[in-house]
Every structure is written in C-alpha cells, then in structure tokens.
C-alpha cells in the first residue's frame, strides 16, 4: 500500500524560509525519481523540483536559486528547502514520483503572506 506523508507548511511572511518533508512508503520512494509539485487555488498543480536516484536535481525557472530539493533514500524521506519565499509560491505542495503516479497524498498548504 502507497503511503504518502507531506509535512512542513505553514504560513510565512515574504522573505521568510520553510522546509517541507514528505514521507513515503519504500515501495513509493525506492529508487525512482521524485518530485515536488504544488497547486494554487484556481491553478493547475506543477512540477517545482525534481531529484532522481543519483542526486541530479530539476526546477522550475520561478524557484531555481530558492528552493533545494534533497532526498534521503534510508529514511524514503524527500525534502523541500525554501527561501526567498515570495507570495506566488503560496499553494498546497505535494510528492510524488516523476512522472506521477495517480495516488496523491494530502499536501502541505504553504501559504506566504505579510
């Protein structure tokens, strides 16, 4: 059985930083590649960051200097290191693999606001 855990949201003022950890079953996380994605109200969800098994990591040009993406493959624990945060990075974020399969957990809302 798939289990998928977000953690780490909150809410923060612009500027502010957040680490967001997700949780997954070893099935899940194994060694496939991984990825953060994120949904804002009235928004498609999109990929943030990536990360595949050797440690080589993908982001999406409005995030790239922000946030990390790491991953710990003992703990099947993947992280999301955020700076700088801005308020169009307000949204619920999710794990998954890359691609995504179509079990989704219930997301971390990260919500940045003065």
């Known amino acids: 059985q798939v289990q998928i855990v977000e953690s780490g949201g909150g809410l923060v003022q612009p500027g502010g930083s957040l680490r967001l950890s997700c949780a997954a079953s070893a099935s899940f996380f194994s060694i496939n590649a991984m990825g953060w994605y994120r949904q804002a109200p009235g928004k498609q969800r999109e990929l943030v960051a990536s990360?595949?098994?050797?440690?080589?990591?993908i982001y999406v040009d409005s995030v790239k200097g922000r946030f990390t993406i790491s991953r710990d493959n003992a703990k099947n624990t993947l992280y999301l290191q955020m700076n700088s945060l801005k308020p169009d990075d307000t949204a619920v974020y999710y794990c998954n693999r890359r691609p995504p399969l179509s079990v989704w957990g219930q997301g971390t809302q990260v919500t940045v606001s003065s």
């Open positions: 990360i595949n098994s050797g440690g080589s990591t």
